[in-house]
């Protein structure tokens, strides 16, 4: 039983390595080579860092998150945000955009929202589950 639990921790970490390292070469690409679309843009920034913190919430708070590992999260999603937004600086035909880190705290904090909302969900029709009575089996006769 504590063998399945490390396997599922490391896949969950995992899971987050990986994604994170998709957002970073995402966002490092040379500036032409991706569409320059502004809307496109600031929707995929939305999006990117929903998973971010949605899987930062999943490695780091799976059995019950809290304010502090909510609040830590938001911090590590939000420094990152503005960290990659500056090294964008150093990438050909990139640059830095307010608008784009804005575009990561939205998606940031839907992202832990939506972890909240269905951790919560899944605790309850777990317990729910775990919770209900017995049926009564009577022998035939």
Request: with cysteine.
């Amino acid at each position: 039983m504590e063998q399945n639990r490390n396997v599922l921790k490391w896949i969950r970490y995992g899971v987050l390595f990986a994604y994170w390292m998709v957002i970073f070469a995402g966002t490092h690409v040379p500036g032409r080579a991706i569409s320059s679309d502004l809307a496109n843009d600031k929707l995929l920034h939305f999006l990117a860092f929903s998973g971010l913190s949605f899987l930062l919430a999943w490695v780091l708070t799976p059995c019950r998150p809290t304010r502090t590992a909510m609040g830590a999260i938001l911090l590590v999603a939000l420094l990152y945000g503005a960290l990659d937004e500056l090294t964008q600086l150093f990438v050909p035909r990139r640059n830095a955009d307010i608008y784009d880190w804005f575009a990561d705290v939205g998606g940031t904090i839907f992202g832990l929202l939506a972890y909240l909302v269905s951790w919560t969900l899944a605790n309850e029709v777990c317990g729910s589950l775990l919770h209900t009575t017995p049926i009564a089996v009577t022998p035939e006769e």
